[in-house]
């Protein structure tokens, strides 16, 4: 059984930051690809970064120049780092990952952790 845990998520200021971490824990023999995803009230989910397990990442245009994505693969872990915060980047924010446990390749998702960015 593989988990993925999201921490870091709170209430903040425009133009404020926060720095979400996701850690995997479990049956794990290694991890592909890692990934933050976010869903806002009545929309769908949508991709906000991607990072392959040699550190090539993708950024959803509408945070490009303010999240950063990066891991530590030794720690199982992932991070996303929200620079000059908008109202509109309110959501739930969900970790995803491409996880090998037991000679299986699965893709697993976090609970989610709430942002709120006041105006």
């Known amino acids: 059984q593989v988990q993925l845990v999201e921490s870091g998520g709170g209430l903040v200021q425009a133009g404020g930051s926060l720095r979400l971490s996701c850690a995997a824990s479990?049956?794990?023999?290694?991890?592909?690809?890692m990934g933050w995803y976010r869903q806002a009230p009545g929309k769908q989910r949508e991709l906000v970064a991607l990072i392959t397990s040699g550190g090539r990442t993708t950024l959803a245009d509408s945070v490009k120049g303010r999240f950063t994505i990066s891991r530590d693969n030794a720690k199982n872990t992932v991070f996303l780092q929200m620079n000059s915060l908008k109202p509109e980047d309110t959501s739930e924010y969900y970790c995803?990952?491409?996880?090998?446990?037991?000679?299986?390749?699965?893709?697993?998702w976090g609970k989610g952790t709430l942002v709120t960015v006041s105006s």
């Open positions: 995803n990952a491409d996880v090998w446990s037991f000679g299986r390749l699965m893709n697993y």
């Open positions: 479990g049956s794990i023999s290694s991890i592909n690809g």
